[in-house]
């Protein structure tokens, strides 16, 4: 069983930045890929960035590319996300997950066995 606790949401204005942080508990945490899911109001879940287990690879939905970082700290047991450039449409809950799921074709990443109980972003315009 993985707990996963967020942190560092807040109020942001558009143009400016913030570093989500996601804390884990137990000690298989470097065994599991990690990644950060968002929802905004009246819409579903969706996938926002990934990292593998080593921190070799890294996977982005085409909204945040060039403006949002995944990376990890096995050593502290955290995942963190820093986030430039925001946009008014960046606005939602942001959720942690850890051992992610994907399709067996195209390797489309729906979902994780652990999530967080979410951070709220806002970014006012």
């Known amino acids: 069983q993985m707990q996963l606790v967020e942190s560092g949401g807040g109020l942001v204005q558009a143009g400016g930045s913030l570093r989500l942080s996601c804390a884990a508990s137990?000690?298989?945490?470097?065994?599991?890929?990690l990644g950060w899911f968002r929802q905004a109001p009246g819409k579903r879940r969706e996938f926002v960035a990934s990292i593998s287990r080593s921190a070799d690879n890294t996977d982005y939905a085409d909204s945040v590319k060039g403006r949002f970082t995944i990376s990890r700290d096995n050593a502290k047991n955290t995942v963190y996300l820093q986030m430039n450039s925001l946009k008014p449409e960046d606005t939602a809950v942001y959720f942690c997950?850890?051992?992610?799921?994907?399709?067996?074709?195209?390797?489309?990443?729906?979902?994780?066995?652990?999530w967080g109980q979410g951070t709220q972003v806002t970014v006012s315009s």
């Open positions: 997950a850890a051992d992610l799921l994907s399709t067996r074709v195209g390797g489309y990443i729906y979902g994780a066995n652990y």
């Open positions: 137990g000690r298989t945490f470097s065994t599991y890929s």
